[in-house]
């Protein structure tokens, strides 16, 4: 019920195209749900984040879609850059606690 | 900027080595993580810490322990190294309370042979 479930595993987009990231959880006492970014050979960084009130955030190219009833989030990525390839992470987390749950990443490549 | 910095970037080290992994951060976060990062496998937490000399097991301690005698720095320790810790090793740190970003330093590859 911690699980965090991540997909694609891999994904290869287009210039230009949309990219998009899917994860499900089963716990409901999640609420705050962030969105890493980690280029080879460098630590993973904050890249949007949201929480259950709302649902849907954006932030520039990247969008986070929220489904409270379903429990699936999504990771948005318009008018993709070969600059975004990278690998990017989901992850919940519960008031109260200082721990995440990370999905298991999505290493993502767009073509120039 | 914070800044979370690991004492190597890679470690080669043999079976029953005891081994010391150092990070350091500079921004005065109560909270450190260290995770290990594996293919298809993700972010695991192995141990946070809240406070000097405050710690907890996160979700795979087994085989490791930590140490947080001052507060900008978090050592991760195995006592005896096996094959099966050949990984990445993320530190990351956060600010007290719950919902702030954790920033990673760049991890170290560590190999055990």
């Known amino acids: 019920q911690q699980q965090v479930k991540q997909s694609p595993q891999s994904l290869i987009v287009q210039k230009g195209g949309i990219s998009i990231i899917n994860c499900a959880y089963e716990?409901?006492?999640?609420?705050?749900f962030p969105w890493y970014q980690q280029f080879p050979g460098k630590g993973p960084a904050l890249l949007i984040a949201?929480?259950?009130?709302?649902s849907e955030k954006k932030e520039g190219r990247f969008t986070i879609s929220f489904n409270k009833s379903a429990k699936q989030f999504s990771l948005h990525i318009m008018d993709s850059q070969p600059g975004d390839s990278a690998t990017y992470f989901c992850a919940a987390s519960t008031s109260g606690t200082y721990k995440y749950i990370f999905g298991t990443g999505t290493r993502l490549k767009v073509l120039a | 900027d914070v800044k979370v910095t690991q004492s190597s970037r890679y470690l080669v080290k043999r079976t029953g080595e005891k081994v010391f992994l150092e990070c350091v951060q500079d921004m005065d976060h109560e909270n450190m993580f260290w995770y290990r990062q594996d293919p298809g496998l993700g972010l695991r937490l192995i141990y946070f810490s809240y406070d000097v000399k405050m710690k907890e097991k996160g979700d795979i301690p087994e085989g490791y322990s930590v140490s947080r005698e001052k507060k900008e720095r978090f050592s991760l320790i195995l006592e005896s190294a096996s094959t099966n810790q050949t990984s990445m090793y993320l530190c990351?740190?956060?600010?007290?309370?719950?919902?702030?970003?954790?920033?990673f330093g760049p991890g170290t590859r560590l190999t055990v042979t």
């Open positions: 716990n409901t006492a999640f609420d705050y």
């Open positions: 990351a740190s956060s600010l007290s309370g719950w919902g702030h970003e954790q920033y």
């Open positions: 949201i929480r259950p009130d709302v």
